[in-house]
């Protein structure tokens, strides 16, 4: 019998179509101490946390959801931050970057040479999912070129100084887990980037165990002082 006493209950809230590799995210937070539950995402006033991870674009998009978000942020704490996630769901976010700076791919002047998709837990990078095989960020495996990931980290600074100037809660700047989808150019030497997705966002946790374990840890690490 396992000694480990299990206080936090974290609900990983998915639909049929969700986010793979929840089975092998459950058991690296049951390491750690913390109980990942998978759920529709009703009845959250036990929970710890609630992350939604595995949602379809249409729910998403919904006023249903904005109606289930309110209530959610009544029974227990949403990550990422509710701020975030109703900017994000807004096909406007991209332009929210592009005000601030943010190199946005124009898909009606520009072609795309490759593709890459960097993954952020706690503001940190993690590893990348790209059309080749993915790529953890360690002394093992190549990293993506420093071009990707300074473009990456301008993005994340972008949000920063959005939420900032948005007066969202303190810590609706720095997801918890983000996505962030880049394209080499054609002709040009600095990335564009496509899209944020922090709702649902894709995390390639069946693609290896390095992931699952990496994001239990972030998990772990921000749900501690709730």
């Not at 793979?20 to 990942?36: D, F, H, M, N, Q």
């Not at 503001?123 to 080749?132: C, F, H, K, P, T």
């Not at 966002?201 to 998990?219: E, K, N, Y």
Request: no cysteine; net charge negative.
């Amino acid at each position: 019998m396992s000694d480990i006493n299990i206080q936090k209950r974290v609900a990983l809230i998915s639909d049929s179509s969700g986010e793979r590799g929840l089975g092998s995210l459950t058991s690296a937070l049951a390491s750690r101490g913390v109980a990942g539950e998978p759920t529709a995402g009703e009845g959250l006033a036990n929970f710890t946390a609630a992350l939604p991870l595995g949602l379809q674009q249409n729910t998403i998009t919904s006023e249903g959801f904005v109606s289930w978000l309110a209530s959610a942020q009544e029974q227990t704490s949403i990550l990422n931050h509710p701020h975030f996630l109703l900017w994000n769901r807004r096909s406007e976010y991209l332009d929210d970057l592009a005000a601030v700076g943010i190199d946005v791919f124009d898909e009606t002047t520009e072609s795309v040479s490759r593709t890459h998709s960097l993954v952020y837990f706690n503001g940190e990078y993690a590893y990348s999912l790209s059309e080749a095989t993915p790529t953890l960020a360690s002394a093992a495996t190549p990293a993506p070129e420093v071009p990707l990931l300074n473009t990456g980290a301008l993005v994340l600074r972008a949000i920063g100084l959005i939420s900032r100037s948005s007066e969202w809660a303190a810590t609706s700047g720095l997801p918890l887990y983000l996505r962030i989808d880049l394209a080499e150019v054609e002709g040009e030497a600095r990335p564009r980037l496509i899209a944020v997705d922090g709702i649902a966002p894709g995390l390639g946790l069946a693609t290896s165990p390095d992931h699952a374990q990496m994001f239990a840890q972030a998990i772990a690490e921000r749900v501690e002082f709730l």
